[in-house]
């Protein structure tokens, strides 16, 4: 598993290329035509936003739609479907789309559930280029910090870790 967690896993690369392709892991739905590991990891989804929150730095890998990178965890489930279109980001975009110019670029606020997502924003950040890449912090490994390109990558790891 070691080979797995690795930033430059030529593994892991391979299964975004070649697995979730344009889609990404967030959207890639479990289907029978994919090996038993993949889907066992498209599977455990639902429980990735317990095991880990990610911290921005240049919001290139961390999805803004599905990964806990704010207070308010997946922002997909607080704006719920319409979201994407209330907020105009489609739904595979990173944190890094949300911004121009070193600022939050969001339009006006349209319900309550958007007003506390840019009230939660003026405590963050915006993505910035020099930062380098996002980190995946996992509460199950006491607060221990990984760099890791992927929430795959971060998942590998922690199943690695369960069963040494």
């Not at 889609?23 to 990735?48: M, N, Y």
């Not at 969001?106 to 020099?130: G, Y």
């Not at 996002?134 to 199950?140: A, H």
């Amino acid at each position: 598993w070691n080979l797995f967690t690795n930033a430059g896993s030529l593994w892991v690369a391979w299964v975004n290329k070649n697995v979730f392709g344009r889609k990404g892991f967030w959207l890639t739905e479990d289907a029978c035509r994919f090996s038993r590991p993949i889907r066992s990891l498209l599977q455990l989804k639902h429980v990735l936003p317990d095991l880990l929150r990610c911290e921005i730095r240049n919001g290139e890998s961390a999805s803004f739609w599905f990964d806990s990178w704010t207070a308010l965890g997946p922002l997909f489930n607080m704006l719920g479907v319409g979201g994407p279109r209330q907020l105009r980001l489609p739904l595979g975009v990173s944190v890094a789309s949300a911004t121009m110019n070193g600022s939050w670029r969001l339009p006006p606020a349209r319900s309550d559930e958007a007003t506390s997502l840019q009230i939660a924003l003026t405590t963050i950040d915006p993505p910035n280029a020099s930062k380098g890449p996002d980190i995946y912090i996992s509460g199950e490994m006491e607060a221990e910090t990984l760099c890791v390109n992927s929430p795959l990558e971060l998942l590998i790891t922690s199943c690695d870790r369960a069963f040494r």
